[in-house]
Structures are given as C-alpha cells and as structure tokens.
C-alpha cells in the first residue's frame, strides 16, 4: 500500500487507523504487506510492526520517485493499492501489475478550506483531472457518498466497502433521560476542515433560548488554542471543556455519557466517530455533507440538519430535547446499526475484495460487494 502518511505520522488520523485494520488482517491471513511511505522529521527509513513492513523515502513532491526507485528493487507484487489524500501515486502507470486505488473522501470544497484563493482552484482542479485520469482503474472507497462523487468526475468501478469501528457496543443500552443540562459533544481532529467552531456557536444559541447545555471537545491539532480563545471570547469557558486527545476508553466514556454527538465538517469520508457515539448509546446531529449523510441515517439512527449553520444544530437540539420518545426509539436504532460496522464484520469481507482484486476474479470481487450492500 502506498500512503503519505503510516500509523506514526504526527498527521496521521482516522484514514491511517482503519488501513492499518485492513492490512494487519491480510497479514494475519497470510499474505505479505508492505506500506511505503512519506519521511518526517526523526523518521527511522523503515520498521515492522503487526508483521507489517513499514518503508519511508521522499516527501511531498519527492516521495512518489522515492516509491517508484524502492519498489523496482523488490519481487512483483500481486497487487498495490494507490491511497490517494487529495495528490495520487501514479502507480497504474509504473507498478506492472494489478492497482487499485483507494480514497476516503472527494476533497473538493476542503481544498478551499487549506488553500484559499487560486491555489485552492488549482488543487480541485488538478483532484478532478487526477479522477479522470484514473477513470479506467478500480476504487474502493468507505461511502456511498465518495462513490457518487467519484462517478460524477467519470471514474467507471467505484466498489463501497465500510470501515470497521474499534468501539464495541455496549451489552445493553443504558437509560439517558433528557434532563438538564443538555450535554453536548465533538470527538474530532481540530483542523478548520471540522469547523469546530459551528458546535461553539450552536452552544451559545442553546444557552441564549434559555437550554441549559455544556459542551465537551476531544480531540487535538492546529486549531485547539484558537477555539480557546473563541471560547473565551463568547463567554463560554464554563461551559465547554477541551480534553484533549483521549485514550480510547476514556473518549468512549465521554461519548456515554453525552445526549448529543455534534458534527459539523466540511465533509467526510464516512464519519466514523458517528458509529462510535452510535456504539455507546449517543446519537449524532450532522451536517447534510457527503460522508455524514451514510453514517448518520436522518430520523432512523441521529438527524440531519437541513443547512450547514449552526442555527440549524441548536434548533435540531431543541426539538428532540422537547421528543425524548423521538430521541429514545432513535439512539436505540443508531446502538443496533453500529453492531453492523464492527470489524468482525467488515474484514473478513473486505480481505476477500481484496484477495479477489489480486486474483483478478472479478466476478468474486462482485459477490463481496453485494454482500455488504445491506449494511446501510
């Protein structure tokens, strides 16, 4: 696999975590692995870890011929998948064997968020032409949202498969009556891309139509010190609490015990932190972007907003404090959906794509993506 970034990347994030799950249980099945990436300051040029076998070389603009001079050097491999983050390997076009490429989300409008002005152009621009210029290869994406964008810029063989959840659900679902205050939540990466400041200003119109509410982030990055400040700014530092990343149980127990998971991204590639709320009894409130309307089924397992404004996640809030019928039947929906997306369930399908992809049985790769047509 190649991917800009591996699992001990300081910017390695959700996309990293779930290939990792992927790639460890096609090693545990057997089959050799190796994941070639980006260098980074203090970076050892390779490692193993879980029997995988981690490669760095180059950067960005030298990584893709770094890739290219290491992988000429090894025996034919039996199938390499291209992860794209907004820029491609290339790899159909120097690997001489079977590619796919693998991609979490369409950027689109986030090239904007990074990159305002004509670079952000330049970089949407050149996504579109990467996708067309790949039309003809197979992805594999973790949406139905990501494979209608992909379909929309002419890529022909776009296969959905599901990211799996590390956050079992709970064996029951405990009781969580709507009583003041209405506790709020984020788990997410702080970049502007998440646009954590939504769920600060939906806090404020809570209070300001008189719910009391309190608001948890968990989560680190670029943007924490100026989410602070805006905090401070609005009058809100009694009412909102930055933990920080958090170890696994700890962030599951946060996820519990909050009324509401609040999700406000530009867009995502499945929103995973939606299925792990979901898991511990938390329904989400969303944005209607793509990713965030397959993770979160509208009035079946969360809601979703009808615009992208804070004003719609308060009013959202508000109505279903006044429904705890409506809230009750749909948290219980989202804790038995997520049992769908457990990684028992997903890997060994996913594995099979994938074995499939390497044998070039298509009609067995066909027969696994119908399988996981119902998980929606």
Known sequence: MLNWRDPENPEAGGAERVSLAFMRALRERGHEVFWFSNSF???APAYERDGICFMRAGGKGTSVLAALRWYRRQPRFDLVIDQHHGIPWYAPWWCRTRCLAYIHEVLGPIWHVFYPGILGRIG????????????????WVPSPSTRRALEAHGVRHVTWLPNGCD?????????KPLTPPARLIVVSRLAPNKRVDHALHALALLLQRGLQAELTVVGGGAMEQPLKELAHRMDLTHRVRFTGPLPETAKNEELRRAHFLLHSSVREGWGLNVIEANAMGTPAIVYPVDGLVDSTLDGRTGWVVAHEHPEDLAETVCRVWQNPGEYEACRRRAWERSRRFQWCEVLPRVTRWLEAQARGDSAAARAVAAEVAHLL
């Open 41 to 43: 300051p203090g970076a």
């Open 124 to 139: 949407r621009w050149q996504e579109r032409w990467t996708h067309w210029l790949y039309r003809h290869v197979p992805f």
């Open 167 to 175: 956050t079992p659900p709970l064996p029951r679902l405990d009781p």
